[in-house]
């Protein structure tokens, strides 16, 4: 497969992840982004773009560095967040959504409590980045620190970003954080009542246990 063909076929995953963000209601209209990592290169969704009017020739690609490689449409206001992620970690994708019980959570705590194990899944539990305002480079350092040791953040009063090695894996780890905030939202609304949560050890155990979790290779 020619290096063209790879990011052809990246641009469609990556265009079809985002319509999913769309359609399993964690982002309104344009306000998330996706992006993939192929090679040194990095595509990313454009700003402003219904992602249902996304064509297969408006592949939009950036170094790391955030020069222009290929479109040429304004990339999302996020570019700088995307870019940090995968200058300092080893992620191949990234998904950032404005989901509602993601970003509810993220106004009320500084940490979402491990009320459920799949906090292990994200490397524990899940930290909130202090607000700053979107598309900067402070949000974007604010962001790195949340993410230090785990795969997933909050943005205080803005969302939620997790990233993978494949846009499976970085959307997978979206809607488990989604839908852990939710849980802990509902859980936490009973009156007199306060939810019990997850040890250090209790997640360390699922830590190990979801590592071989899987067809490991098997298919």
């Given amino acids: 497969m020619t ?84 200058r300092h970690t080893d992620a191949r994708a990234v998904v950032h959504t404005h989901a509602v019980h993601a ?10 409590p491990p009320v459920h194990y799949m906090t292990a899944a994200l490397g524990g539990p899940v930290r909130v980045a202090p607000y700053a305002t979107y598309g900067t480079q402070e949000l ?27 846009l499976a894996a970085a959307y997978d780890r979206t809607a488990q954080l989604e839908w852990m905030c939710r849980l802990w939202l509902t859980a936490h609304s009973v009156p007199g009542l306060t939810p019990s949560l997850l040890t250090e050890e209790q997640l360390r155990e699922v830590g190990e246990r979801l590592s071989g979790y899987g067809q490991q290779g098997a298919r």
Avoid: I
């Fill in 3 to 86: 290096q063209l063909q790879e990011l052809d076929e990246a641009w469609q995953e990556l265009v079809l992840t985002a319509r999913r963000t769309v359609a399993d209601g964690l982002v309104v209209g344009t306000s998330g982004n996706v992006s993939v990592r192929v090679g040194d290169t990095v595509l990313v969704t454009p700003t402003g773009v219904p992602y249902e009017d996304l064509r297969p020739d408006e592949l939009l690609a950036f170094g790391l560095d955030g020069e222009r490689r290929a479109g040429t449409l304004k990339p999302t206001s996020e570019l700088p967040m995307h870019l940090a992620v995968y």
């Fill in 103 to 112: 970003t509810a959570v993220s106004t009320l705590v500084a940490e979402l």
């Fill in 140 to 166: 974007a350092e604010n962001m790195l620190r949340a993410l230090a040791g785990r795969t997933g953040c909050l943005l205080q009063n803005h969302g939620a970003l997790t990233y993978g090695d494949t």
